[in-house]
């Protein structure tokens, strides 16, 4: 894989700068406003009263507002601002822009010239800066989670890959200087031109990224891309609908377009889907593997001791049959929680990992840490993941884990991407609570002879298909994919359009919602309207099913795939995939 073991990341990235470096790739910088300090200390007064402008209605207030205000931030004393009304409006009109251009003033400047075919991008690692706590790095040699660190590690690697020009900064002094922020508290913007083409981070770069950028971040927030391990779904995003409507997040509220969010597995198709990369066998390593597999071995998915509390039921009848393995991490004594009867191996090396994982016939998972991409790394080493099923499923609604989060998903199991998309003989999804389902599930594993599997969008030309098709396009207009993959569906009263479209073998597809928020879809789908309104809602267009009265979206930011509710019909547009690279329809390509 590009990136397996997390403690190889700084080298990684040390590499990449250096090789990027070695091409002598250099950086614009935004330019500076350079404000003219003495011509506006002697404009005469009528040169500088405040203008009443309808089309900036709010440029008398701001000035009030600077001349109460302007020693709160040292930013303003930065771009010029010297108490004087002159030094507001230039301000206000040059910097910010709430009042009109002084006719006084000099507004010829000279355009930047871009030479480089290939993007700017600046990859900011907030969840790693000491800001944001940092608190996954101390854990990483201590079995802590390491799915994000590993995507992000594969995202760098595909950018380079790509031929862009990279920077990376993992502090918020870093971001400052990369960003051209003024010195302050982030109340002025930034001026000149964005020196990136875009900006991929996480939410806790993005708010720092607000902190620091201030009223700029509405301005260049079609730069961003956000990586998102679980999604965030529209109705979360937009920051009035949530707040009226109580989709309470830690998280959302960011009013973006939802396919700036990047996700790591294909789970909510409102978000691009960026993935990582696995490590794909050879066919000698393959014949090897198939040698070498032990019926009788499995390896457990849990990597801290607490994971292991309450499991003693199901690991008993699985410890009847196979030998089981852990890879616990642990200082000074065995972790009291592993039953004595597993060989617990300690953390292991990647390289060490692969290894035990080739010889082991199964991978079971203990329902957390939930959508990992251990199971998809087990999986392309010839083990059988198996899997429990969460009766009901987990949600914001009944699982500590999901509140808060930017999303309303149920989830399954543990991996639904496997459980989906993968699925027998490679995955079993069982209820663990049933021992005689377990035990079933148990000897198929043994009984199944498989081959080591990796679905193509986690090869490192899948993932790089992914980048390269579906990061640029976000922005775009809405014609990719193309309109000849688009399937319409009306969906059953109260399913989502992620369900509906799933149900035919389809996947919801966000980018067509434009082209169907209108009459004639309604039509073409047989649906009688007694009245058609516009309506603020993250479920429309959808027809009600009493008494028949069909909606049209009004907000674009709100075109939802996840979106449900009772006693409405929603209009879903669905398209087909690829098998292994649902990213990409069949006219895709």
Known sequence: AIAQNVSDMA?????????????????????????????????????CDVPKDPHYPDCPSKVDWMRARWTSDPCYSFYGVDGSDCSFLVYLSEVEWFCPPLAWRNHSSTPSVRTTPSSQILVHVGFLTEESGDVFSPKVLKGGPLGEMVQWSDILAALYVLGHDLKISVSVKELQRFLGVPPGRGNCPLTGRLPFDLIYTDYHGLQQMKQQMGISLKKHKCHIRVIDSFGTEPAYNHEEYATQHNYRTNWGYWNLNCRQFMTMFPHTPDNSFMGFVAEVMNETDKRITRLNKVDSMAVVYGKEPSMWKGKEKFLA???????????????????????????????????????????????????????????????ANGCIFLQPKFQPSHSSLNHEFFRGKPTSRQVSSQHPYAQQYIGRPHVLTVDFNDSRQFEDAVHEVMRTQVDPFLPYEYTCEGMLESALVWAPNITAPACWPPLSAMQLLLAQEGVSCVGSCQVEGLICEPAFFPFINNPEAFTGLRVHCEALEAEVNHIFPAVSVEPGECFLQKEPLLYSCAGVQAKHRRLCPCRDFLRGQVAMCKDCV
């Open 11 to 47: 080298t990684k990235v040390e590499q990449i700068l250096q090789r990027a470096t070695g091409r002598g790739s250099g950086w614009p910088r935004g330019a500076m406003c350079v404000f003219c300090h003495h011509a506006a200390r002697e404009s005469s007064t009528s040169q």
């Open 317 to 379: 009848i699985l410890h009847r049959y196979m030998e089981i393995h852990g890879t616990v991490y642990y200082e000074a004594q065995r972790p009291p929680e592993v039953p004595a009867f597993v060989k617990n191996h300690g953390l292991l090396p990647q390289q060490e990992l692969q290894q035990l994982l080739r010889k082991a016939k199964l991978f079971i998972g203990f329902g957390f840490p939930y959508e990992g991409p251990a199971p998809l790394e087990a999986i």
